[in-house]
């Protein structure tokens, strides 16, 4: 399976997520924006100032704790896509955020390394 490949985030160079764009009380935006953001590890995601024990083994965050930059509402379901070593690779899917860009909350992300068993197991 090309297109997903398991890796541990110290491996990740830099990572982006495609979305509309919407915060708070703002319209979607009409063109498709592009976020690039680092891999934040679980332990620190993890941390009560971030997210605490929301965060599971199937989850994975990704984004700057001083904030600035972070996927939307209206980007669930979108591509993580992280650059491992000059290759595109899926490692997450947009799932869920406290706000947007807000300090010590970045974005919560499905692990697609953590279901590759299933995936492959799906489409053989």
């Known amino acids: ?5 398991a890796s541990q985030p110290g491996g990740v160079s830099l990572c982006w997520e495609e979305g509309h764009l919407q915060a708070w009380g703002d319209e979607v935006s009409k063109f498709l924006q592009e976020a690039r953001l680092p891999l934040i590890p679980n332990e620190q995601c ?6 605490g024990t929301q965060i599971t083994s ?5 984004g700057y704790l001083e904030g600035g930059t972070d996927a939307c509402q209206g ?3 979108g591509p993580l896509v992280c650059d ?11 799932s869920w955020g406290t706000g947007c860009a807000l300090e010590n909350k970045p974005g ?3 692990s697609v390394t953590h279901y590759l068993d299933w995936i492959q197991s799906r489409i053989g």
Do not use: F, K, N
């Open 75 to 77: 980007d669930s379901g």
């Open 46 to 51: 993890r941390s009560p100032e971030v997210h």
């Open 58 to 62: 199937d989850m994975l965050c990704a």
């Open 84 to 94: 491992e070593h000059g290759r595109a690779t899926l490692r997450g899917i947009v």
């Open 1 to 5: 399976m090309d297109a997903v490949q």
């Open 108 to 110: 919560v992300y499905t």
